[in-house]
């Protein structure tokens, strides 16, 4: 039994061994990547807010509510237009009377995600956030207001009225899943200084704190798998077959000469949102694109660009135009003529779709015979 068990282990072993070798064997062309994807988002929060006034801070405190839909353009900067509100609250002293007044804030803010700016990870559990922007409040319901003396409320306003707005502040987003987070959040806001209708020191304050869920609308992140090159397999030449010879007339035959055909040539591919040839890296495809333009002296080619599928249309076009071109400048540095050669910026790759359309196959430049 022990010496089945050895002989078993030492198989499994091997076959271990075998499969680890032929992974290593795999020369990667592109590394496992995540790519950020634009998006669309919506958040809803709820908590307290506080104006700013002369009494108790907890005397201040009333419910406050919003609802945001936002779009993220980048790893690091994002905006939102939303809308918060609800009630709000004034103080008077000698004697101490409070009011309240509901109100409804549209706004538009620019927010930065600090440290996907930086290190872009889809995955990070806590990302810190500031955000600034401006807006419009309405008050209504100033009711209670106007049942107080008048004298010490100068600013008293009725009905409904119509305030400018500037906010900052800061927040907490703390990852569930792709598509949901929770929120924390803070935020100030300017107001004129009849918000609240007193006379006080030009601008009046309120401040809120909240919580609440946001959930991503679409897919926020690509993840992309490992490109490998391609392995070479080396044939074993055919032995050929010796055959006794026969007697046979003689038969005079003519030489022929066989044209050699122009060939495929390699790609040239390049890293994510660049234009700079990697001439170590593609110093042999490189070597025989000359070569082979060399041979033919009397050939013309067509030199194409292609992006992979992030990005704008009009960014990827300009993008590719730019490799064909470095490819282009190359070659004529090796002593291709620049007349031989038409370049071409193709954009995003039509003919590549699903992951392989975010990787280095897709971000490539052809030369092909015209």
């Known amino acids: 039994?022990?010496?089945?068990?050895?002989?078993?282990?030492?198989?499994?072993?091997?076959g271990s061994v075998v499969v680890?070798?032929?992974?290593?064997?795999?020369?990667?062309?592109?590394?496992?990547?995540?790519?950020?994807?634009?998006?669309?988002?919506?958040?809803?929060?709820?908590?307290?807010?506080?104006?700013?006034?002369?009494?108790?801070?907890?005397?201040?405190?009333?419910?406050s509510a919003s609802l945001h839909i936002g779009y993220q353009f980048s790893p690091g900067f994002g905006v939102r237009i939303g809308a918060t509100g609800w009630q709000a609250k004034g103080a008077l002293v000698s004697p101490n009377e409070l009011y309240k007044w509901n109100y409804l804030q549209g706004s538009a803010d620019l927010i930065w995600n600090i440290v996907n700016s930086f290190n872009y990870n889809p995955h990070r559990t806590v990302s810190p956030y500031l955000f600034a922007g401006g807006g419009a409040a309405m008050g209504f319901k100033n009711i209670e207001a106007q049942k107080l003396d008048k004298s010490k409320l100068p600013l008293l306003w009725s009905s409904k009225k119509l305030f400018w707005v500037a906010r900052a502040g800061l927040g907490i987003d703390i990852r569930v899943s792709d598509h949901i987070s929770l929120?924390?959040?803070?935020?100030?806001?300017?107001?004129?200084?009849?918000?609240?209708?007193?006379?006080?020191?030009?601008?009046?304050?309120?401040?809120?704190?909240?919580?609440?869920?946001?959930?991503?609308?679409?897919?926020?992140?690509?993840?992309?798998?490992?490109?490998?090159?391609?392995?070479?397999?080396?044939a074993k030449p055919e032995e050929p077959e010796v055959k006794e010879p026969e007697d046979a007339p003689t038969v005079k035959t003519e030489a022929t000469t066989t044209l050699r055909k122009f060939p495929n040539l390699p790609s040239i591919h390049f890293e994510f949102d660049s234009d700079k040839i990697d001439e170590v890296k593609y110093e042999a495809e490189?070597?025989?694109?000359?070569?082979?333009?060399?041979?033919?002296?009397?050939?013309?080619?067509?030199?194409?660009?292609?992006?992979?599928?992030?990005?704008?249309?009009?960014?990827?076009?300009?993008?590719?135009?730019?490799?064909?071109?470095?490819?282009?400048?190359?070659?004529?540095?090796?002593?291709?003529?620049?007349?031989?050669?038409?370049?071409?910026?193709?954009?995003?790759?039509?003919?590549?779709?699903g992951e392989k359309a975010f990787t280095i196959q897709a971000r490539r430049v052809d030369v092909q015979n015209d």
């Not at 022990?2 to 282990?9: C, E, G, Q, R």
């Not at 590394?31 to 506080?50: E, I, P, S």
């Not at 030009?202 to 609440?212: E, H, I, K, P, S």
């Not at 490799?323 to 910026?345: C, E, F, H, P, Q």
């Open 286 to 353: 490189l070597s025989e694109i000359v070569s082979i333009l060399q041979e033919f002296k009397e050939t013309k080619v067509n030199i194409i660009g292609f992006t992979d599928h992030a990005g704008s249309n009009q960014y990827n076009d300009a993008l590719s135009m730019g490799r064909a071109i470095a490819v282009k400048n190359y070659l004529i540095s090796k002593g291709i003529t620049a007349d031989r050669m038409n370049v071409t910026g193709m954009g995003k790759d039509p003919k590549i779709e």
């Open 20 to 63: 680890y070798g032929q992974n290593v064997d795999r020369k990667v062309k592109e590394t496992a990547n995540t790519l950020f994807n634009k998006h669309l988002y919506m958040q809803l929060q709820g908590g307290m807010a506080h104006t700013v006034g002369e009494t108790k801070f907890t005397d201040l405190l009333s419910p």
């Open 183 to 234: 929120m924390l959040e803070g935020n100030v806001n300017m107001l004129p200084d009849n918000f609240n209708s007193k006379v006080g020191d030009v601008l009046d304050f309120q401040a809120n704190a909240l919580a609440g869920i946001k959930i991503n609308l679409g897919k926020s992140y690509t993840r992309t798998e490992p490109v490998y090159y391609e392995p070479i397999s080396i």
């Open 1 to 14: 039994m022990t010496i089945k068990k050895t002989i078993l282990a030492l198989t499994l072993a091997l």
